[in-house]
């Protein structure tokens, strides 16, 4: 949750060393996206890696839970079944 809108978290059936990984090499694509500056093409590639690293970890790509629950990342708790939990939370 950040300032009220719902962001998927990362699988938890990963291993805290595979997570590891994947979390640096989110981190150095990240900071390729930084170096890129104005290289669209060093840019374009860049953010390819950041998607890459965030769909293996279970951020974004299709979902890693297997209860067939839909999928709210991204969007305002206030806006899903989850608005009362919300609610109970922002206090």
Known sequence: MVRG???RASNPALSE???QRLVD?????RRAVR?????PEAMKLARAGV???KEA???RGPV????RAPDYNRRMARNTPYADWWEE???
């Open 57 to 59: 970890l279970g951020e």
């Open 35 to 39: 170096a890129a500056g104005g290289d």
């Open 64 to 67: 890693w839970w297997t209860d």
């Open 89 to 91: 939370t922002a206090v």
């Open 25 to 29: 090499k989110l981190m150095d694509a």
């Open 17 to 19: 060393a595979e997570r």
């Open 51 to 53: 998607q890459a690293a």
């Open 5 to 7: 809108r719902l962001w």
